[in-house]
């Protein structure tokens, strides 16, 4: 009798233990997403999604509290005017998304150690926020948009900001800046920096001060109407990725030229650059794992783009291109490669050795019908998407 009382307590702290277990990422990408307050209450302790973004809320739901084991909340595009005390009692709550609301304070109430132990992303942007309070740095975050806030007050914001010693990610797009806070460059922990759409930051001497925090790994630089981009980016130790998409008067021959000797430098996305030819120097970015040059107008790559051996992903999706070099068959390491929306008639010999292949996305129209049948042959192992012009692949 007393083994299987045991047993039984055994058994309760385990599965008290696995209830309290957060999901990972991937985990998180197969739950359900409920968008309906009422649907979702029938089934709350079930609820680790709540979508209730563009429902014209001008309050938090009253209930919201019975989500316990809740871990993202989206509560985009409504109304709010305040964050509600009772928040603090989602113990799991991990990503909460409050932008494009009417928040004015960025209040959480952090009176119990408990509270908000487990936030980690909050969004607020597109509000009209002026500061940020002090007690912001008793919650540990590591991620925080205050995108398109244009009421902040610059002089005050970033010194609160500042403190919160976890911070890895931070989003100051469209904010107006005319330079980058000395207070962003103390973040000592702050991997990736958005500072899209601030065209007036004198990118020059700001990026050489920023240089200085040694962690940065991603910076985040779209739509900037930039021409070119800094030779201090040469002085960032582990920058490893760079996104200056939407930026059309780009020079690019001069942008390889600096990014070529970024040491680290494995993601590069160039979407959306009216980029009508690739420069020959595009071979020299021999360490890129990551290749963006969808949403442009490039109609054929130079035999020179067999350069990249290291390349695993590359899009290439809304283009002009009919034909691939043959070059191009000595990107072994290929695992994503994305050529929908392209007049693309033919794929080269010597694609069938890229074993690596996990998803390939091809037009459905052009694409010669002998191709089509070799496609399965020579990439067994992936997920093979047709998709005719403009269409969406499926999730």
Known sequence: MIRFFTLGILILFSVVGISQTLMDEQELAEQEVYTDMNKALKKASEVIILDLSSQGLDAFPKNLSRFRNLQILILSDNQLSEIPDNLSKLRKLQKLYIDHNNIENLFFNTSDDRNFENLEEVYAGYNPLKTIPENLKEIELLMVSLAGCKYLDLNKVFTPLARILTLESLDLSELNLDT???????????????????????????????????????????????????????????????????????????????????KFLSSLKLSNCKIDKLPKNIGNLKVLWELDLSHNDISFLPRQIGGLVQLESFDLRYNHIQELPAEF?????????????????YIPDGVENMKDMKYVELPKKTLDKGVKKSVSKWFPDADIVYLKIDEEPKD
Do not use: H
């Not at 240089?211 to 109407?225: G, H, P, T, V």
């Not at 990107?331 to 007049?343: A, V």
């Open 329 to 345: 068959a000595y990107l072994l390491s290929l695992e994503n490669l994305y050529l929908s929306n392209n007049p693309l008639e």
């Open 180 to 262: 980058i806070p000395w207070e962003v460059t103390n973040l000592g922990g702050l991997k990736s920096l958005n500072l899209s759409k601030n065209p007036a930051i004198a990118w020059d001497t700001s990026l050489k001060f920023l240089s200085q925090n040694k962690k940065i790994e991603e910076l985040i630089l779209r739509d900037n109407k930039l021409t070119t981009v800094p030779q201090e980016l040469k002085m960032f130790k582990r920058l490893e990725a760079i996104d200056i998409s939407n930026n059309d008067k780009l020079r690019l021959d001069e942008v390889i030229n600096v990014l070529q000797d970024v």
